[in-house]
Nanobody, 125 residues
Framework: QVQLVESGGGLVQVGGSLRLSCVAS????????MGWYRQAPGKQRELVAV???????NYAGSVKGRFTISRDNAKNTVYLEMNSLKPEDTAVYYC???????????????????WGQGTQVTVSS
């Protein structure tokens, strides 16, 4: 009923830039917080950046000043602009959305937390 689809990952050299996008689709009534998380091999998933529906943002200390999160509420889309990339930024990046949606079973509005399938970002030195 709700899907999050990321795009924009890839291979980039140290110091390079990438822009990730995530589109939420389905029977969405409203989205509260959208965010990006990442998981490197052998490590736990960690928060990268989040943004509220009013535009308030929060960043992990390791990306502050290099990454910028933004969203287009009309398109249910969140972006992550990543600059000055480092090898330690290599990870699978996941989109997350805390939202209200219309459920068929059971019928009615429900609150849910959804994840995308992830997109690989590799920074080569």
């Amino acid at each position: 009923q709700v899907q999050l689809v990321e795009s924009g990952g890839g291979l980039v050299q140290v110091g390079g830039s990438l822009r990730l996008s995530c589109v939420a689709s389905g029977t969405i009534l409203g989205i509260n917080v959208m965010g990006w998380y990442r998981q490197a091999p052998g490590k736990q998933r960690e928060l990268v950046a989040v943004i509220s529906n009013l535009g308030s943002t929060n960043y992990a200390g390791s990306v502050k000043g290099r990454f910028t999160i933004s969203r287009d509420n009309a398109k249910n889309t969140v972006y992550l602009e990543m600059n000055s990339l480092k090898p330690e930024d290599t990870a699978v990046y996941y989109c997350n959305a805390d939202l209200l949606y219309m459920s068929r079973v059971p019928n009615g509005s429900r609150k849910g937390d959804f994840w995308g399938q992830g997109t690989q970002v590799t920074v080569s030195s």
